[in-house]
């Protein structure tokens, strides 16, 4: 079974710096995209940037020169730095990953337990 599991959420004040991590492990074959989503108080989920095996990204406009996400894909993992953070930036953030499964070889989602980011103002 493959599993996703975050790290590095945390409190911080606006303008600081946080740093989220998210390792897969299981056994894998291989994974595609990677990316990090995320849902505030009230707010359905959103995308929040992604980034595909050969390190193509996308970003959600809100994040977008704040933001960064990097992948090691030998290690399987992905994470997102995130800079000039804002109070509107706190919400739980969720790693999620396009994954191949050795046993399976069939493509499937998965989705890791969330991180809490705070940003005070």
């Known amino acids: 079974q493959v599993r996703l599991a975050e790290s590095g959420g945390g409190s911080v004040q606006g303008g600081g710096s946080l740093r989220l991590s998210c390792a897969a492990s299981g056994s894998i074959y291989s994974i595609n995209v990677m990316g990090w989503y995320r849902q505030g108080p009230g707010k359905q989920r959103e995308l929040v940037a992604t980034?595909?095996?050969?390190?193509?990204?996308n970003y959600a406009v809100s994040v977008k020169g704040r933001f960064n996400i990097s992948r090691d894909n030998a290690k399987n993992t992905v994470s997102l730095q995130m800079n000039s953070l804002r109070p509107e930036d706190t919400a739980v953030y969720y790693c999620s990953a396009d994954v191949i499964p050795m046993a399976t070889l069939s493509n499937v989602e998965v989705w890791g337990q969330g991180t809490l980011v705070i940003v005070s103002s």
């Open positions: 980034i595909t095996k050969g390190g193509s990204t």
